[in-house]
């Protein structure tokens, strides 16, 4: 009985139309990391973003961004998702609900899957890491990981937003 009510719970939520996308290896301290990102339709139209990350620090919390262009653009942030935190067993996870972007965009699912754009994991938000990526990929219109050689090919962070 409690299956099936967290089932249509479930149901309520999504549509059940979803994108998912292998995030690159961005070693760190000889460490490496694995992970997808899945875009979720949720029933009102907008997205939720989930990313899950093996190979992470215990108790490590790292800023994820999503930038307008791909990884190999100096892209600005489109808009900061919700921080990847530690689940325990060198996992992190990420969730966020998105409605609108940074410069007051609204933003659906059908929208982000066609979006010029790139999402990338940090060590950390500030400090000497911070431009250290930990994760990455396209996503949208261009989704090609076979153009990115290695995690060496990402351009730096730009942490502006329009």
Do not use: W
Not at 98 to 116: H, I, P, R, W
Not at 142 to 152: K, L, Q, T, V
Request: hydrophobic content about 35%; aromatic content about 6%.
């Amino acid at each position: 009985m409690l299956f099936s009510a967290c089932d249509s719970q479930e149901d309520e939520l999504y549509t059940g139309r979803e994108t998912q996308y292998n995030l690159l290896d961005g070693s760190y301290l000889e460490t490496t990391t694995s992970g997808f990102i899945t875009l979720k339709e949720r029933t009102d139209k907008s997205v939720e973003i989930q990313l899950m990350m093996e190979g992470t620090l215990n108790q490590a919390v790292h800023p994820v961004h999503l930038h307008y262009g791909s990884l190999q653009d100096d892209g600005l942030v489109a808009e900061f998702l919700n921080n990847l935190e530690d689940i325990g067993d060198n996992r992190s996870q990420s969730i966020t609900h998105l409605t609108q972007l940074a410069d007051g965009s609204a933003v659906t699912y059908d929208e982000l899957v066609k979006m010029n754009g790139s999402i990338k994991v940090h060590f950390e938000e500030e400090g000497a890491l911070k431009d250290v990526i930990l994760g990455a990929t396209n996503i949208g219109a261009n989704y090609r990981m076979a153009d990115i050689g290695s995690i060496n090919d990402i351009t730096l962070c730009n942490s502006k937003t329009e």
